[in-house]
């Protein structure tokens, strides 16, 4: 998906359900499993947040923490805001290459988001927000991880052909996220499989050489 595109506009007021219909509780436990771990205090970039209800279960852990939350679907961004009355907010429509200038993040939350792109836009992407994490900062990135069963590579390649047609997503399949990420040195802290190894959640440091 381009920078502008708001192809999730289409599914957002049925995205939760079909997530849940086709993923089940494992949906929302790995996005929320590492959520304890971001420090108190945090100035938390979320890329990708969806329909926003990330924004309550962090807040509900965090109530202390500054979130910047970009999301480049319209609609998703409204049932976001819907979601949220409370807290130090900075909603923008847009993605990673809307992130504010000289921004300096503690934290950065991507939950399915680094699987919308191909291996190269991954590099791009990445240089881009880790531009504005501070060194030492932590990353939260859950997502799908190269399936061996056949089952999730039935799931998984359904679930690309679908967010092809009706969101234009970049990615025809998974790219290597982990290890983009190790190259962009971000370091494993602790890691936690969902859905029988399917989905894999990572808290990660940002370790950059001096
Ligand atoms: C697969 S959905 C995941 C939503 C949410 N993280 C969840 O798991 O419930 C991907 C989301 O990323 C958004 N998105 C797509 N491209 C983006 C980009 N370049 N920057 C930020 N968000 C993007 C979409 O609009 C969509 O809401």
New binding site residues.
């Given amino acids: 998906?381009d920078?502008k595109?708001?192809?999730?506009d289409r599914v957002a007021g049925v995205?939760?359900f079909l997530?849940q219909l086709v993923l089940g509780k494992a949906?929302q436990e790995s996005?929320t499993f590492f959520l304890n771990d971001i420090p108190d205090g945090s100035n938390v970039l979320i890329?990708?947040?969806?329909?926003g209800?990330?924004l309550e279960s962090l807040l509900a852990v965090k109530p202390n923490v500054k979130v910047c939350y970009?999301?480049?679907?319209s609609r998703?961004m409204a049932l976001s805001k819907q979601k949220i009355s409370t807290g130090n907010i900075q909603f923008i429509t847009?993605?990673?290459i809307n992130i504010p200038q000289s921004s300096a993040f503690d934290a950065v939350i991507t939950?399915?988001?680094l699987?919308?792109f191909n291996n190269d836009t991954l590099e791009d992407?990445l240089k881009t927000i880790t531009r504005n994490l501070r060194p030492q900062g932590v990353w939260i990135a859950t997502d799908f991880i190269h399936p061996k069963s056949l089952w999730h590579r039935f799931l998984l390649k359904m679930m690309y052909g679908f967010?092809k047609v009706v969101?234009g997503?970049q990615a025809t399949t998974l790219p290597h996220w982990e290890i983009s990420l190790e190259r962009h040195q971000l370091s494993t802290l602790r890691t936690q499989l969902f859905y029988s190894g399917f989905i894999r959640s990572k808290l990660l440091r940002y370790e950059p050489e001096t």
């Fill in positions: 998906m920078a595109s708001n192809g999730f995205y939760d997530a949906i996005q890329l990708g947040g969806g329909t209800w990330i970009i999301e480049p679907s998703m847009g993605t990673e939950n399915f988001y699987d919308l992407v967010f969101a997503i």
